[in-house]
């Protein structure tokens, strides 16, 4: 039984491979076009998925999509009548995508791909929820996902046990978490659907004080967990501009203007609305675990990637254990979609798939890097013994080079896990700084991860007893423990957190050498983890687009496999 699960026209567009409830590969559009949150129909997904198992389109069992669009072509008719005439222009601008494509999902498959099978359309959240319960550790679990919207949907609350997921209350468009976010996001001069992390790594920088009543105030918490926005400051509902005038009297001051003059009120912001966001949250979660009090608790959808309230559910919540997917948005509703219809429509008799890697995207063979070396006429020496290899590249963290480190195959989701990583020694404040500027492009208040040796990770930070597995994944931040924050200065963010990765051989053997190695050598467990990319651009899938990021930045060294170039 062979399943590809897809998402695409909305965020980030992905497909996701199951063979007989084995996950097989996933990967994002983006990451092969270079077109960062790509959401046309992912041609180069799917095709990477059917190439993992060796077979045609036609040999897939079913086709499962992420949500339903019919459903959701109602609630888009239903806001537009509701605000008409205000509506108009986004109305007759979003109509035509509909009548023409996002209805005609099947059509699309048959047309472009000539696939003539089975579909399964699975509604939204259920992605979310499946994406994380079918690959997490437990049995059963309480199920909480939260995102900008899906058909309806923007937050729902369940329980799963077995093969059984069941969402027994949602909250509804516009009333919404994410969108609340995204909105504050946008007021603050950033991007919205793609620089909400820049939000959480601003709100360090501010207080929250001054703002946060009038802040908390935009949303009014239920006795049922429910939550409802003020909406009359947004205006999401009827025009492309995620807010109004009203939201900038209220604040007491216009919008920052994008790429301008950061003010110590802009920080402020930062810091009431990553505070506002916890706090409902929370009071949400401690209701679900009133009504369903399970030890375990599985948490999906793209708000589900603020780290900085991840760090906090077990001390802010009865929780015990939780568990995010390594991509809880859009993306991985592909592969939430295809586990969905195998073990909970289709009813197969295996309770779970567990994920076996994070490392679920393409690899590649050493010819093939070989031939990109040779295209740009590189100098690169072979080490082929791996611990010569590490022993080497340690070396070059030592004596404070930047390394990119491209190996096997590349990552589920959004961080760069090890395999599609920029490395650096964090012994140094000034590397954070030179990363900034000269490899990555970004903005300086921008924090940078630390990738720990797991079985040190409690001598660095103050984390909960029994740290998630999704720490693994890069989904938690923690606060370091203040006797360290002086020897890894790189990656202690100003309030004194840091994002970890932890890491352990089975789940990336090379990767953990190289950083033992290191401590070996220094005493330091942990080094400096970034996305190999620079600003605005997808992180490198191929040994070429690693190559042209090398070449293009102020990194000192690259690891292609067992290649090593120096610039």
């Known amino acids: 039984m062979i399943i590809l699960g897809v998402s695409f026209f909305y965020h980030d567009s992905a497909a996701a491979i199951i063979?007989?409830?084995n996950i097989i590969a996933a990967a994002q559009e983006e990451r092969f076009t270079r077109k960062k949150h790509d959401n046309r129909f992912p041609y180069h997904a799917v095709n990477y998925c059917l190439d993992s198992l060796g077979i045609a389109i036609n040999e897939v069992d079913y086709i499962a999509f992420y949500e339903k669009p019919i459903v959701k072509f109602e609630r888009i008719l239903v806001q537009h009548i509701t605000h008409f005439p205000k509506s108009a222009k986004v109305f007759f601008d979003t109509i035509p995508s509909w009548l023409l494509e996002k209805l005609r999902v099947k059509e699309i498959f048959k047309n472009e791909l000539h696939y003539h099978g089975e579909f399964i359309f699975v509604p939204h959240h259920l992605s979310h929820a499946a994406a994380s319960y079918l690959t997490s550790p437990y049995q059963e679990a309480a199920v909480y996902t939260l995102d900008g919207v899906g058909e309806w949907a923007t937050t729902t609350f369940g329980f799963a046990k077995g093969n059984q997921i069941t969402l027994e209350k949602q909250?509804?468009?516009p009333h919404s978490l994410g969108l609340f976010y995204s909105a504050m996001t946008a007021y603050l001069g950033f991007a919205v659907n793609n620089d909400e992390y820049k939000v959480m790594g601003l709100s360090a920088y501010g207080k929250s004080e001054p703002l946060y009543d009038k802040i908390r105030s935009l949303i009014k918490t239920n006795p049922d967990g429910s939550f409802e926005l003020a909406t009359k400051y947004f205006s999401y509902e009827y025009q492309e501009k995620m807010f109004n005038q009203k939201l900038c009297d209220f604040l007491g001051a216009p919008a920052r203007i994008m790429d301008g003059p950061m003010t110590p009120h802009y920080e402020n912001v930062a810091a009431a609305t990553q505070k506002v966001f916890e706090d409902v949250l929370f009071y949400s979660l401690n209701i679900l675990h009133k009504l369903h009090p399970s030890d375990n608790l599985v948490l999906s959808g793209g708000s589900a990637l603020n780290s900085l309230a991840n760090g906090k559910i077990s001390s802010q919540t009865p929780f015990k254990n939780f568990y995010i997917t390594p991509d809880p948005g859009d993306g991985g509703g592909s592969l939430g979609a295809a586990l969905y219809a195998y073990f909970c429509i289709l009813n197969k008799n295996a309770p779970h798939s567990l994920l076996p890697s994070a490392y679920l995207g393409p690899g590649f063979t050493r010819s093939e890097m070989k031939t990109a070396i040779d295209k740009y006429q590189?100098?690169?020496t072979l080490i082929s013994e791996s611990d010569k290899l590490v022993d080497k590249v340690s070396d070059l963290l030592v004596s404070q080079k930047v390394v990119g480190w491209f190996q096997g195959r590349m990552e589920w989701g959004p961080r760069a896990l090890g395999n599609r990583s920029i490395l650096a020694a964090a012994t140094e404040s000034k590397m954070?700084?030179?990363?900034?500027?000269?490899?990555?492009?970004?903005?300086?208040?921008?924090?940078f991860a630390p990738v720990i040796l797991r079985e040190k990770?409690?001598?660095?930070?103050e984390t909960d007893k029994n740290i998630s597995v999704s720490a693994d994944y890069m989904l938690l931040v923690y606060p370091f423990k203040k006797s360290v924050q002086s020897k890894v200065p790189a990656v202690v963010h100003v309030d004194g957190s840091g994002r970890l990765q932890t890491i352990d051989e089975k789940s990336n053997s090379l990767y953990y050498r190289l950083i033992k190695a290191y401590s070996q050598k220094t005493g330091v467990h942990l080094i400096l983890n970034t996305s190999f990319n620079v600003k605005g651009e997808p992180i490198v899938c191929t040994p070429e687009d690693a190559i042209k990021c090398f070449l293009h930045t102020e990194i000192d060294y690259l690891v292609l496999g067992n290649y090593l170039i120096k610039k």
């Open 19 to 21: 063979k007989d409830g």
């Open 432 to 447: 954070q700084d030179t990363i900034n500027a000269k490899v990555k492009h970004r903005e300086m208040f921008r924090p």
């Open 378 to 380: 590189l100098k690169a």
């Open 457 to 461: 990770t409690h001598d660095y930070f």
């Open 171 to 173: 909250i509804n468009f």
